[in-house]
């Protein structure tokens, strides 16, 4: 990651403490509140790069003709933000800390000042939902 880089996503992630400081309990400890905003800035800007870096490509010259075809890891992609985006936010977010970023359920739970207990049911709630969409979609499509 270039200086600069580190520099937005610093800024980006001092705007959104700042936007969402209304959110932090003052009862709760500060730092998981922090580390979770400053984790959700990162993985947003890793998923926009990616998702950039999978449509840029490096020719030497331009080709003739121009195909509007989507990669199927592409479309794949999409279509698990599209289902993720159908989520409610705490489902969601529970989701993309557990099996996106790979943390642990203490660490979900200490993050979202949450019960180990009720990062195991937001998680369950929301394997079931995307279950049924996924089901959903798939009779749509056959």
């Known amino acids: 990651m270039a200086q600069r880089d580190a520099e937005d996503l610093l800024q980006d992630c ?4 700042h936007r969402s400081r209304h959110t932090y309990r003052s009862s709760e ?12 800035t990162r993985l947003d800007a890793y998923r926009k ?29 999409d ?3 599209r289902l ?9 977010e ?3 800390m557990l099996k996106v970023s790979g943390m642990s359920l203490s660490e979900v ?10 990062v195991k049911q ?11 969409a996924l089901e959903k979609d798939r009779e749509s499509a056959g």
């Open 84 to 92: 993720l985006a159908k989520l409610p936010d705490a489902q969601r």
């Open 79 to 81: 279509h698990f933000e």
């Open 122 to 132: 937001k998680t369950h709630r929301a394997h079931t939902a995307l279950r049924r």
């Open 14 to 17: 001092w705007v959104k403490i």
């Open 49 to 77: 790069q990616r998702r950039l870096d999978s449509r840029e490509v490096l020719v030497a010259s331009m080709p003739e003709a121009v195909h509007q075809t989507v990669p199927v890891a592409v479309r794949q992609e």
């Open 109 to 118: 739970a200490r993050a979202t000042s949450s019960t180990p207990g009720a």
């Open 94 to 96: 529970v989701i993309i």
């Open 29 to 40: 400890p500060l730092m998981p509140w922090i580390y979770a905003i400053a984790r959700h």
